[in-house]
C-alpha cells in the first residue's frame, strides 16, 4: 500500500464538505502511480469512483495528461514529405466506441490523408462500459491491422501514408492495464475525459474532442489553457465522438494559435442534408456500409461522410469554406482516390507485417 496514493485519494474522497481537488502536480502524481502499478488495486478503485463521483477539473486533466505525456508513446513530428507542412489532426474518440449510430471517422481520417492532411488515431479493444464497437475492429474489417505493428512502423505509415493508429494494448499497456478497473467500477472514471484530450504525438498538432455534456467542454478549454495548447477542435458530436450529427445542429468550438477560441453552429439543412444520422446495426454491416461509400456510391452514410470530410476539409486549411470542402470531398471519393489510399496503407502494412 502506498501511503501518498492514500492521500491524494483521501484528498479527493472526502465528500462535499471537505473533499478537494488535486492540483496540477498531484494529478500527474496519482496518474503515474497507477500507470506504473505503485497504487494497490484497491487504492486505483477507490480513486478512480472517488474522482468520478466529485468530477475532474480542467487543472486535474492536464496534470493527468502530464503523466500520459511523461509514461505514453508519442509518434514523431514529421519532418520531411508530402506531409510535412500541414500538422496532424488527432481524433479524440471515447475508446468504449459506438452502440448506436454508425462511426464515420475512419472515413473523415482516410478523406484527409487522401487530401494531403495527416490523420492519427488512438484506443484500443471493446471497453467498458458501453462495450461499443471500436475503432480497431472497423479498421481490421477494412483491411488494416493496426495491432501487429510496432510504434516504429506505425510511424512509417504516418510518414509515407498519412495515417497512424496509436494502439494502446500494444503501444500503452500501463493504460491499457487500467482497463479492468473501468469493468469492476462499472462507470467510465476521469481517464475516458483525459484521454479524448490526449495527443500521442510531439510535433505541433490539431486535437479534436468529441463530448456530450457541455461541462466537459469547459473543461477541456481549461486544461488545453494550462498546457499552452492553442489548436483544438471542440465537436458536440455522436455519441461522444468527433463525429458531426445530422439530427441536429453541430456545435463546435474552434481554437487557433492567432485567435480567441470561438463558436461555430453548422446546420445540416443548410448544405442540402437531411437530418438522419445512419445507425449501427453491427460491425459487418457498417464495414459493408464503409466499402460501398469508398466505392462512391450513393447512401446516408455516404451524405454523413460527406458531412463531416467537408468541415475537417475545411477545419484543417485544405478548403477555403464548407462548400468547398463538400467539394472536395466528393471528389475524393467519387475519384476512387480515397479507396486508394486504404488500400496503398493496407498493402504497406501488410508488407511491414510479414
Known sequence: ??????????????GVHTGENLTRSEAATATRMMLLAEATPAQIGAF?????????????????????????????????????????????????????????????????????????MHGGNTMPTKEGVP????????????????????????????????YICTHFPQADSLVLYRREIGKRPPFATMEL???????????????????????????????GTNNFTTVKGLEGSCDLPRDRTAIIGISKSDRPFERLLLAHGDYGFSNKNP??????????????????????????????????????????DMNSGLGKAESLLMSRKVRDKLEEISTLIISLSS
Open 197 to 227: 484530450m490526449w495527443c500521442p504525438y510531439l510535433g505541433d498538432a490539431h486535437i479534436v474532442c468529441g463530448y456530450v455534456h457541455p461541462p466537459t467542454e469547459n473543461m477541456f478549454q481549461e486544461a488545453f489553457k494550462l498546457r
Open 135 to 166: 475503432l480497431i475492429d472497423i479498421w481490421q474489417g477494412l483491411g488494416i491491422d493496426w495491432t501487429k505493428l510496432s510504434l516504429e512502423q506505425v510511424q512509417q505509415v504516418l510518414e509515407s501514408t498519412g495515417l497512424g493508429f496509436v
Open 279 to 320: 445507425p449501427l446495426d453491427s460491425t459487418s454491416e457498417l464495414v459493408a456500409q464503409m466499402q460501398s461509400v469508398l466505392r462512391g456510391e450513393p447512401s446516408e452514410l455516404m451524405q454523413s461522410t460527406l458531412w463531416n470530410g467537408a468541415f475537417y476539409l475545411w477545419r484543417c486549411g485544405i478548403c477555403p
Open 48 to 120: 478512480m469512483i472517488s474522482h468520478r463521483i466529485k468530477r475532474p477539473t480542467g487543472e486535474e486533466l492536464a496534470g493527468m495528461l502530464d503523466a500520459y505525456d511523461e509514461l505514453g508513446p508519442r509518434l514523431k513530428p514529421i519532418a520531411t514529405g508530402k506531409f510535412a507542412n500541414v500538422p496532424p489532426t488527432v481524433f479524440g474518440v471515447p475508446y468504449d466506441g459506438r452502440s448506436r449510430t454508425a462511426p464515420i471517422s475512419p472515413l473523415t481520417a482516410l478523406i484527409l490523408a487522401s487530401a494531403g492532411a495527416p490523420a492519427i
Open 1 to 14: 500500500m502506498s501511503d501518498k496514493f492514500r492521500e491524494l485519494v483521501r484528498k479527493i474522497g472526502s
